[in-house]
């Protein structure tokens, strides 16, 4: 069984950059494609960016392409995302995700989340 653990989450005023950081463990990490996903209040958890097995391969919403950058440490077991130039609207619960092929939807496993505020 797959587990994940969120870290980095945080209150940043606009402008401000954070790193949040995903633990995994339970499997051979390398196998998983990863992702960060986010639920903003009153909305629906949305896709934001994912990273191959390998890390070769990234995808990223158009939203946060240039000021976000997934990556991975497959010796660490974990994912990371750089947040930069963060807005009020990058306020969200960010989640972690696994499967194991790059795409934009139905991960098999998720973390429980952790919160990032944007004060304007």
């Known amino acids: 069984q797959v587990q994940l653990v969120e870290s980095g989450g945080g209150l940043v005023q606009a402008g401000g950059s954070l790193t949040l950081s995903c633990a995994f463990s339970g499997r051979t990490f390398s196998t998983y494609a990863m992702a960060w996903f986010r639920q903003a209040p009153g909305k629906e958890r949305r896709f934001v960016a994912a990273?191959?097995?390998?890390?070769?391969?990234?995808d990223h919403i158009d939203s946060v392409r240039g000021r976000f950058t997934i990556s991975r440490d497959n010796a660490k077991k974990t994912v990371y995302l750089q947040m930069n130039s963060l807005t009020p609207e990058d306020t969200a619960v960010y989640y972690c995700?696994?499967?194991?092929?790059?795409?934009?939807?139905?991960?098999?496993?998720w973390g429980q989340g952790t919160q990032v505020t944007v004060s304007s």
């Open positions: 995700a696994a499967a194991l092929t790059l795409r934009r939807f139905e991960y098999d496993y």
């Open positions: 990273v191959s097995g390998s890390g070769r391969n990234t």
